[in-house]
């Protein structure tokens, strides 16, 4: 009907309208990225955009760990949805425990760090010290040692051409 004229609504209506809505939370992922943008008012009253970034990463964990988390809930939580309830969950970090048990084996059958293996030798006594530190340095001990290095030096002397 030509006659008839549509009413149009002001630019203030459409102000008030749009005054208490805050635009939807948007979740994006992108490359192994996970973009959160949330929209609130700080504390002018001034709406704010808040974006946050999450680095989206996969972990291997053990077969037995991922048996357990397809376990059904049971007891007051069987009818829960999937993830820790607030109500019967307290939620920590994530505690990873890696056992190395593998490497320790591999030191102690290492040779060279053998704990009733001798370090040191003595010459004089074949103790486990240094020869410095011999108690039977300067004794019948040790002069028997130096008369036995003397003739079998005097030995490979003699048969040498």
């Known amino acids: 009907m030509p006659g008839v004229e549509t009413i149009k609504s002001s630019w203030a209506d ?8 805050l635009p939807p939370t948007t979740e994006v ?14 504390k002018d ?11 989206i990463s996969k972990q291997v964990v053990p077969k037995t760990v991922a048996k357990r988390r397809t376990w059904s809930k049971f007891g007051e939580s069987k009818n829960d949805k999937p993830g820790p309830n607030s ?8 505690i990873i425990m890696q056992f190395l048990n593998s490497k320790e084996d591999e030191k102690a059958n290492d040779p060279l760090l053998d704990p009733t ?9 074949n103790g486990e010290h240094w020869s410095v530190n011999c108690p039977y340095k300067g004794t ?17 002397a003699v048969d040498a051409p």
């Open 14 to 21: 459409e102000v008030e309208l749009d005054y208490g809505g």
């Open 29 to 42: 992922v992108e490359n192994g990225h996970k973009y959160v943008t949330e929209y609130k008012y700080n």
């Open 45 to 55: 009253d001034k709406k704010t955009k808040v974006v946050r970034t999450y680095k």
């Open 87 to 94: 109500q019967t969950t307290m939620v920590s970090e994530d």
């Open 117 to 125: 293996k001798n370090i040191a030798k003595c010459r004089i006594c």
């Open 140 to 156: 019948a001990m040790d002069t028997n040692l130096m008369e036995k290095k003397a003739a079998a030096a005097a030995s490979a």
